[in-house]
């Protein structure tokens, strides 16, 4: 149980077009969706905590603008990377939250690359 | 700001060694997750402790949360080459969805 997928698993796209990740609680229902950044080597960056229903809490320093953040229902949320530039090239991970005891689970992750 | 002190940041040692990695902070959480990553991959979840002083064992890897759940450790025991990749480990505090992660831990076991 509790299985996190992600579409695309790897994505190239020119500068200054957008791109849209989703990530999907395939077993369970999911209030809380978070959205992650890894840079190589690094430990998991929060961006965002996405609750079903309303608007997304982003962290200091990330762009609402830019990353947004979508939570239509409790088992999909979606982030479009809009105008996406070289800097954005990252892999991204979002993860659902079961609610007991904060457990967190992970998507597989998406490579973005951006030319 | 809440702080998770992983170390060591990188360990490379040979199979069959024992070893611990260490999560270390100055606030107290509510539970605690160890995670494992692999290249390319999202991090699994390994266990999760709740309990001041709760141990858990999984296979070779035992899991400890200190008594003032301000502090856990993952040990593995006779190390695989299995075990290599990026350990991670990530606390909640009471009344916050949000985990802080450690800075993680990049073991390789070498056959």
């Known amino acids: 149980g509790a299985v996190v997928s992600q579409h695309p698993s790897r994505v190239i796209c020119k500068s200054g077009t957008s791109v849209k990740i989703e990530c999907r609680s395939l077993?369970?229902?999911?209030?809380?969706m978070f959205w992650y950044r890894q840079f190589p080597k690094q430990s998991l960056m929060l961006m965002a905590t996405?609750?079903?229903?309303?608007?997304?809490?982003?962290e200091q320093g990330v762009e609402k603008d830019k990353f947004l953040i979508n939570h239509a229902s409790l088992t999909l949320s979606t982030l479009t990377v809009t105008s996406a530039h070289p800097e954005d090239s990252s892999f991204y991970i979002c993860?659902?939250?079961?609610?007991?005891?904060?457990?967190?689970?992970f998507g597989p992750g998406t490579r973005l690359t951006v030319t | 700001t809440q702080l998770l002190e992983q170390s060591p940041q990188f360990l490379s040692i040979q199979e069959g060694e024992n070893l611990t990695v260490y999560c270390n902070s100055s606030s107290v959480f509510s539970s605690l997750q160890w995670y494992r990553q692999e290249p390319g991959e999202g991090p699994v979840l390994l266990v999760t402790v709740v309990t001041g002083g709760e141990v858990k064992k999984l296979k070779r890897l035992t899991f400890q949360f200190g008594d003032a759940r301000k502090d856990s450790s993952l040990h593995i025991t006779a190390a695989q080459p299995g075990d290599t990749g990026l350990y991670l480990c990530?606390?909640?505090?009471?009344?916050?969805?949000?985990?802080?992660f450690g800075q993680g831990t990049r073991l390789t076991i070498n056959p």
């Open positions: 990530a606390g909640a505090t009471q009344g916050a969805q949000k985990l802080v």
């Open positions: 077993d369970f229902q999911a209030t809380t």
């Open positions: 996405s609750n079903e229903g309303s608007k997304a809490t982003y």
């Open positions: 993860s659902a939250q079961t609610g007991y005891d904060y457990e967190q689970y």
